[in-house]
């Protein structure tokens, strides 16, 4: 961006300012970018185990520094604020990181609507980002103090229970649920932030480690689907995280703005176009159009799935949207398919996690689209229970001694 405006004011000013105006283009020697071209290879992650680019790393070390000489000059009681424009988590983090190493703890952040994304020919990544992030800080001024996450975690819970009547008051305002979740996960993060590298966790062997930012944003975006709605309607935890998310996002609510699921998302490592890699043989498990995000109806991925191999069907959600939609009653002009004996398929493996998620969709209230999806659920997981039962019969009767090794194991580890 810098050159893109540089070379048009050069121009004019070049003579008067040769100094400042000499080069071509401007110096990128110290610019704070991660660029996998400029900085290739991959190198020790210092905060969390494992590795991270080289392109990051040198970015996390020009921001920590641009940050530490900006802590530097500003007054103890001054205040920092910079807008944040991004679509990737881990960028996001590695800001937070150097924010907090170089002595500054977070005061709050707000969500505000995004020039960029303002009419309908917008440039420069507006077609991925509808809205930034305004984070206020401050200067820490005395050494933080060790804290467990357990006690943090209660901390933050009492506070997200405090505020989160207070800003639901605003809806009539324009303040959507999308918004109230960035204001108190920034709640979340300054508490954390305030004890940044003295949060400890339980290690293996009975000693302590240090919360990374990662697992701190997992920890608090957790508190905040507990803080929201009753246990019965969260989505199960036994489901992958893409899966999860999906379900806390389109589980009930057929649709979202794409600026909505940008900040629903915020925090959780899993983007809009996750929900698009991940359908394989049902295709997506969205589509967008005119900036609005809604979810492709069940019974319509049933009938792309239903075309292809049961191997293909590689996700929980997959499975369990073939079972549903098998179990729906069929429309005109489409062909079902017998439950029972697609479970005694050799090649429909089921995974763990489609019991749970055909009783969780069997006890969540559906939309005016597709109204027959609970009882259809309740139908897919009796006979899916009734096949699990039948192949546990089998065993029984085909290799008992195996059987019950494996009961007697089960019982010991419960």
């Excluded at 043989?281 to 005119?290: L, M, N, R, T």
Aim: with cysteine; proline share 6%.
């Amino acid at each position: 961006m810098s050159d893109f405006f540089y070379v048009w004011l050069r121009m004019v000013l070049m003579q008067d300012y040769p100094e400042q105006f000499g080069p071509r283009f401007v110096p990128q020697t110290l610019e704070a970018i991660s660029n996998p071209f400029r900085n290739p290879g991959m190198v020790e992650d210092g905060d969390d185990a494992g590795k991270q680019s080289n392109a990051d790393a040198f970015y996390l070390r020009m921001m920590t520094d641009c940050w530490a000489e900006t802590c530097r000059v500003l007054r103890p009681g001054g205040i920092l604020a910079f807008t944040f424009h991004h679509d990737k988590d881990e960028t996001w983090t590695l800001v937070l990181r150097s924010l907090f190493d170089a002595g500054f703890y977070l005061e709050a952040t707000y969500p505000v609507v995004s020039d960029e994304s303002k009419g309908e020919n917008a440039a420069f990544g507006s077609q991925k980002i509808e809205y930034d992030v305004i984070h206020v800080c401050r200067k820490r001024l005395e050494d933080p103090k060790p804290v467990s996450w357990p006690k943090m975690r209660q901390w933050v819970k009492s506070e997200l229970s405090r505020l989160r009547p207070l800003l639901e008051s605003y809806k009539s305002r324009g303040l959507s649920n999308a918004d109230i979740r960035v204001i108190l996960r920034g709640k979340a993060l300054e508490f954390y932030s305030r004890h940044y590298g003295k949060v400890l966790i339980s290690a293996p062997g009975g000693e302590e480690a240090v919360l990374s930012i990662r697992e701190a944003l997992m920890g608090i975006n957790q508190l905040l689907d507990e803080s929201s709605g009753q246990p019965g309607e969260r989505p199960p935890s036994i489901v992958q995280p893409v899966v999860y998310q999906y379900l806390r996002l389109f589980g009930v609510k057929a649709a979202y703005s794409r600026d909505e699921v940008s900040k629903l998302l915020r925090g959780t490592a899993v983007q809009q176009r996750d929900f698009d890699r991940a359908g394989g043989a049902g295709g997506p498990w969205i589509v967008e159009e005119d900036k609005v995000v809604s979810r492709v109806a069940i019974y319509d991925r049933f009938q792309k799935m239903r075309l292809r191999s049961r191997r293909e069907l590689k996700t929980e959600l997959d499975q369990a949207h073939f079972l549903i939609g098998a179990a729906m009653p069929v429309r005109e002009g489409d062909t079902g398919v017998n439950i029972e004996k697609e479970l005694e398929r050799d090649s429909f493996l089921v995974r763990p996690g489609v019991e749970a998620l055909l009783d969780w969709y069997s006890k969540t209230p559906a939309g005016p689209e597709e109204p027959e999806t609970p009882r259809a659920a309740g139908l897919a997981l009796a006979l899916l229970r009734a096949a699990f039962e039948a192949k546990r019969a089998r065993m029984r009767q085909e290799q008992p001694m195996l059987w019950e090794e494996w009961e007697a194991a089960s019982l010991a580890v419960a």
